[in-house]
C-alpha cells in the first residue's frame, strides 16, 4: 500500500507524458532503483550502475498504428521488491484504475442521472397527460354530450317553438341515442354548476319530446296518463328512473333556485313557454335564460302587460313562490314598466299539443 500511495503522489507531481519522465524504456524490459522513486531511478538495462534492479518482462503486442505497445507484466513477490516496482507498471495500473474508476463513476452516473430523469420527468408528464385527459372528459360531458340535442331541435323546432313531431317521429333513433347518451353520462359532483342544470333541462324537454312522439298523432298531452302524465315514473338516468315532476321540482327547482328554469322546460303545450331550437350547454345557459325570460315576458300571446295592469301566463300563479313579488319581477324584464299597485291577472291555460 505504501509504494501505491508514494506512486500517486508522484504521479500527480509530475507530467503525464512518458517523454516528460526523461526516460527510455525498452519494450521488453524496465528496471527501476530501490531508492526513492523518482524520475532519476528510471534507467534502462545499459544504464543500470550502482542499482538494485528488478527485471520485469513484458509481453510485446501490437497496436493498431502497427508499432509495439506494452502488455501489463505479471509481477510475483519473490521476482521483485515493492521498491523496485517499475514506477511505469504503477503508474499504468493507478491510470487504468482511474480511468475504469471514472468510466464506473460516468457509467453510474449517467444510470443514474438518466434513473432521475425517469423518477422525475415520467411521472410528471404522466400526471399532466392524466389532468389533460381528465379536463377533455369533463368538456365532453359538458358541452357535447348536448350536441345530438342541439340538432335535433335545430331540425325539427321552429322559431315559435312549435315542433315537428311527424318528421321527428321518423329520425326517432336520433332522439333515442340523445336519450341513452343522457343516460350513460349522468351528472357528476366535480361538474360546474351550469353544466348540470344545462344537462337537467335538456334531459326534461327530450323525454317529453320522446313522450309526444312515442304517442304520437295526439291532441294534447293531457290526453296520455289520465292527464297524470308528470308523476309517471319512466325516465331512466343511469340506472335510476324518474318521472317528469321528480326531475323539475325534487331537482332543478330546489337544488338551483333559479326561476328562470319555468321558461326553459317545455310541456309540449300550447300555453307553455316556447321550446328553444337549441339545446343548453354549460356555456350558453345564462345568457338563453336570460333571452328566453325576456322573450317570453314581452310576447303578447302570452302575457300582456300595461302600467296599470297585466295579464301574465298561470306559471306566474302557480310557481309563485319562486318567483317572489310578481310585480317586481316582471319588471326586470318587462319592456314596459308596470306600476307597483298595477293589478296582476292569470290567464288559462292552453294544453293543445305545441305542434306545427
Known sequence: MKFILLAILIIA???NSQEALGTTIAPDSITLESGDLNTESLVSDDEGKGVQEAEIQFPVGVD???GSKVEPPEIRQEDANPAAISLEVIEDEVLDSNDNSDTSSDTNSNKLNEDQANVIITPTE?????TEKSEVLVVDQTSNLHTAFDEI???YVDAAGNVDYKGLKANQPKLDNYLKALSESPVQSDWSKDAQLAY????YNAFTLKLIVDNYPLKSIMDLEEGKVWDKKWVNLAGKVYSLNEIEHEIIRPQFNEPRIHF???CAAASCPPLAAQAYSADNLESLLAERTKSFINNSQYNQISTSGAEVSKIFDWYGSDF??????????SNTA?????????KEYDWSLNSQ
Open 153 to 155: 331541435l335545430k331540425e
Open 64 to 66: 493498431e498504428s502497427g
Open 264 to 266: 326553459a322546460v317545455n
Open 13 to 15: 507531481c509530475k507530467p
Open 324 to 333: 317572489g313579488d310578481l310585480v317586481s319581477y316582471l319588471n326586470k324584464y
Open 338 to 346: 308596470i306600476k307597483k299597485n298595477a293589478s296582476v291577472s292569470f
Open 126 to 130: 404522466s400526471a399532466v397527460e392524466d
Open 200 to 203: 337537467w333541462i335538456n334531459a
